[in-house]
């Protein structure tokens, strides 16, 4: 049997998505993608489920594949808008407040 494909398919991954989504369900941590709750009972196939997101791109940082500190909970549709690369950087603190 293949050893799968690290941070998708292998035991390592697997382990470290149920890990991080039963943290998710416990403490109620948002989406790190959009901020919003995450319903961890949906079923996969739902666009607003739990999604495993590497913080840092597998394509780029192979290495970090299956590390547990490059994950973070997010949603499916989430997940898929953001793709293979890392984080689009947001526009960041305004300089003064309005």
Same mark, same amino acid.
């Given at each position: 049997m293949a050893a799968g494909v690290p941070g998708r398919t292998t035991a390592a991954h697997r382990k470290n998505r149920a890990d991080l989504k039963a943290l998710t369900a416990e403490h109620g941590l948002p989406c *790190?993608?959009?901020?919003?709750? #995450?319903?961890?009972?949906?079923?996969?196939?739902?666009?607003? *489920?739990?999604?495993?997101?590497? #913080?840092?791109s597998v394509v780029a940082y192979p290495e970090l594949a299956d590390d547990p500190s490059n994950g973070q909970p997010s949603h499916k549709i989430c997940?898929?808008?953001?793709?293979?690369?890392?984080?689009k950087p947001g526009l960041g603190d305004p300089s003064e407040v309005w």
């Open positions: *790190a993608l959009c901020g919003q709750p #995450i319903d961890t009972t949906l079923k996969h196939t739902d666009k607003w *489920a739990f999604a495993y997101d590497h #913080i840092k997940n898929e808008n953001k793709g293979e690369g890392d984080p």
